[in-house]
């Protein structure tokens, strides 16, 4: 029997470790003011060496928790995802649920870039809804400092490090997901590259990316193909459920750059008063952007019980996914 299910709570978490845009100028020949303009990003969190993307993880996974009142023996599912797991084995995911204190689990690790949380938060919603387990714990988190390379500009003035959590559980129905759409297009893997656990990144024969230690990105192409995808697929979602931007009181999509949020929101005839900007105090963190920029949101009351809302992420693959929420408060009901 299935049942509806959303987010019943959230946590996030980010490094006291800050990389300014003054310290960026200085190593790359240009302006504070020229970094600020390109990115909407002012500072970007980077946690310290011992510090991995599960530690961070485990920090936002507790606090989601505690504020969706959960024990961690209600939890069934956890599901990491990241683009910077700790090790190639095994998954992120054993390693928080062993923190955490979760005495049994599926675990799994999901990797799609700065789509990751989205297709981690749909598959959770579908699986708690079908009755696989009760609850699931679902996090983002990326440490992208210990893969930009500090001298690249394109990459360097936009990723930070820090990790988004939340608790999918069973609500009302009308309320939770209401609709997802996803995909990717593996013809434009070379858009962005990622190195492996180790370091090392393979190349495919025929490949122009030179292999090396650090992310690389194409940043005109990211641009052009999130902007013809986010409509698209935000539509997608729109069409499932009969609904129109109109209905739509809150857009939280991946912090990529605030040239990026913009432009899209032009493109849905969405007004910025209805769009989440996150990225100016902590920077683009990836697989964790759209959950920290959620549990913001919940905390400064940007999401009342009711509040029909998107979430849409976009990156490597390229990949992209869309969620359509409403949101649910068990204290008023959706």
């Not at 993880?57 to 990241?82: D, K």
């Not at 995911?93 to 989205?118: N, R």
């Amino acid at each position: 029997m299935c049942t509806a299910a959303g987010i019943i709570g959230t946590g996030a978490y980010l490094p006291e470790g800050v990389l300014t845009n003054e310290e960026l100028s200085r190593r790359l020949a240009v302006t504070p003011e020229w970094i600020f303009q390109q990115t909407g990003i002012a500072v970007r969190r980077i946690a310290p060496a011992g510090l991995l993307s599960s530690g961070m993880a485990v920090e936002a996974g507790r606090q989601a928790l505690e504020q969706a009142g959960t024990a961690p023996e209600e939890i069934g599912l956890i599901i990491m995802a990241s683009s910077t797991p700790d090790a190639g084995g095994p998954a992120t995911a054993a390693l928080i649920q062993q923190a955490l204190h979760i005495p049994q689990a599926m675990c799994f690790d999901l990797s799609a870039g700065c789509s990751g949380f989205v297709y981690a938060l749909a598959t959770a919603c579908h699986l708690v809804s079908s009755g696989f387990c009760a609850k699931a714990l679902v996090i983002g988190a990326d440490k992208f400092s210990r893969v930009v390379d500090p001298d690249d500009t394109a990459t360097a003035i936009l990723f930070g490090d820090g990790a988004g959590a939340v608790v999918v559980g069973q609500v009302p129905d009308g309320c939770g997901l209401l609709a997802s759409d996803m995909g990717c297009d593996g013809s434009r893997f070379e858009a962005v590259w990622l190195p492996g656990p180790e370091g090392s990144r393979p190349v495919p024969a025929g490949s122009t990316v030179k292999p090396g230690p650090f992310v690389h990105m194409d940043g005109y192409q990211v641009f052009r193909f999130s902007m013809r995808v986010i409509g698209e697929s935000v539509g997608r979602v729109l069409d499932r459920t009969g609904l129109t931007m109109a209905d739509v009181d809150l857009l939280i999509p991946h912090q990529a750059n605030r040239r990026i949020v913009e432009a899209a929101a032009r493109r849905l005839n969405l007004p910025m008063e209805k769009v989440i900007l996150d990225m100016e105090d902590c920077g683009n963190t990836s697989a964790a952007s759209i959950p920290i920029a959620l549990h913001h949101a919940v905390e400064r009351g940007r999401i009342p019980p009711g509040s029909l809302f998107l979430l849409a992420g976009f990156g490597a693959g390229l990949s992209w996914g869309s969620c359509l929420l409403r949101w649910y408060d068990p204290a008023t009901s959706c």
